[in-house]
């Protein structure tokens, strides 16, 4: 494997449901972030690590939870969604340089998700 | 709070005629002004990243310009294969350890190249 994968690429799941998104890099790099994409809007930040520390939650609501055990791996735990969470899902890594500033980020593939 | 605006919304194009897309910028302190492209329900895939007014880069059909306020993304003779939607990110220099590797998005504009 190379760059950033995620898992599973789509994911269906009603609202009671509980699921994970799982990303993974090979790129050596020492900083993660979950995005959400929308139709017809800007991509969104919603959390960010580095060096396995979350620096940055964006206000996001508590039923998306994230995880990060290592700094090759990161996690997003959903419980309790709402179809407006519907979204691609997407994961990304970049090497932070320890000034607060990183270099460029570097993207998976995403997870579709369709909440019903 | 960091703005960015790309435009057109879409772009459709013949084949070997050539167009720029433009993406303007109001930040604090530019840190970095990224162009990525993003096919279809994948991820978006890094192009260039650009960091002082007057910087140029280019990469096969493609050439990314930079101002103060904005940046360009020239395409020449684009093939039905450059058909992606083109995104426009920046980073705030000035937002030193309050918005960790925080990039702001623009809306994006889709690319549409005819054969």
């Known amino acids: 494997e190379t760059g950033v994968t995620q898992t599973p690429r789509h994911l269906v799941m009603g609202m009671t449901n509980k699921k994970s998104l799982k990303c993974e890099q090979h790129?050596?790099?020492?900083?993660m972030y979950w995005y959400k994409q929308s139709a017809k809007k800007p991509l969104e930040l919603m959390f960010v690590?580095?060096?396995?520390?979350?620096?940055e939650n964006n206000s996001v609501p508590s039923r998306f939870s994230p995880e990060c055990p290592n700094s090759s791996h990161l996690f997003l735990h959903l419980h309790t969604l709402q179809p407006e969470d519907s979204a691609l899902y997407l994961c990304?890594?970049?090497?932070?340089?320890?000034?607060?500033?990183?270099?460029?980020?570097?993207f998976g593939p995403g997870t579709r998700l369709t909440v019903l | 709070e960091d703005q960015v605006t790309q435009s057109p919304e879409a772009l459709r194009l013949q084949e070997g005629e050539s167009s720029s897309l433009n993406c303007s910028y109001t930040v604090s302190g530019l840190r970095g002004l990224f162009w990525y492209r993003q096919d279809p329900g994948k991820g978006p895939e890094f192009l260039f990243t650009?960091?002082?007014a007057g910087e140029e880069k280019e990469k096969e059909r493609l050439k990314a310009t930079l101002t103060k306020k904005e940046s360009f993304l020239h395409i020449t003779a684009p093939k039905p294969e450059d058909s992606a939607t083109y995104l426009c990110?920046?980073?705030?220099?000035?937002?030193?350890?309050?918005?960790?590797?925080?990039?702001?998005f623009g809306q994006g504009t889709i690319l549409t190249v005819h054969p």
């Open positions: 790129l050596g790099h020492n900083a």
């Open positions: 690590y580095s060096l396995e520390e979350r620096v």
């Open positions: 650009l960091y002082s």
């Open positions: 990304a890594s970049s090497q932070d340089r320890g000034t607060g500033l990183t270099d460029t980020q570097y």
């Open positions: 990110a920046v980073q705030d220099g000035s937002q030193f350890g309050t918005s960790y590797g925080k990039l702001t």
